[in-house]
């Protein structure tokens, strides 16, 4: 997932916060998210403001067991670094759901790299990716692509 709609000028970017479409689109992101999948194992969030404002929007609407704030995904994070983390926290903590909030570009080339086939998604702010995992064989098939709408 890729966080809700941001402010567009701060002096740190770490800082910038959602607007208040950003909210609304964090919200209908969760609503999603909850008729989709209604109960996820593990969030791995950004510990930049607008990624824990969408988070915490999320979370608010459906549940969430374990959340993990992570400084390895935030948009200049290393693709090959996350994709191994998670498949380490797939097959040891046994998930059966996942949720990453982050950024672009990261959020793009993780589905790519997950998938081992160039997407190139732009996400919009606010929208989720649904990959559909297989922990053996540390491949993902696209299931769906939620876009807010605006």
Request: hydrophobic letters at 25%; proline letters at 0%.
């Given at each position: 997932?890729?966080?809700g709609e941001a402010e567009n000028s701060f002096s740190n970017d770490a800082q910038r916060s959602l607007t208040t479409q950003g909210f609304i689109e964090s919200q209908?992101?969760?609503v999603w998210l909850n008729d989709t999948v209604n109960h996820?194992?593990?969030a791995l969030v950004s510990p930049f403001k607008r990624?824990?404002?969408?988070?915490?929007m999320v979370q608010s609407i459906t549940t969430v067991a374990h959340t993990e704030f992570s400084e390895d995904i935030i948009p200049s994070g290393s693709v090959e670094l996350v994709h191994d983390y998670i498949q380490v926290l797939a097959q040891e903590r046994n998930l059966k759901s996942l949720i990453v909030v982050s950024h672009m570009p990261l959020v793009s080339y993780l589905v790519d790299s997950f998938c081992g086939q160039l997407r190139s998604i732009l996400f919009t702010t606010a929208s989720v990716a649904r990959l559909d995992y297989d922990i053996e064989a540390n491949k993902a098939v696209f299931g769906e692509l939620y876009l807010p709408e605006k």
């Open positions: 997932m890729r966080h209908k992101a969760g996820i194992d593990y990624a824990r404002q969408t988070y915490e």
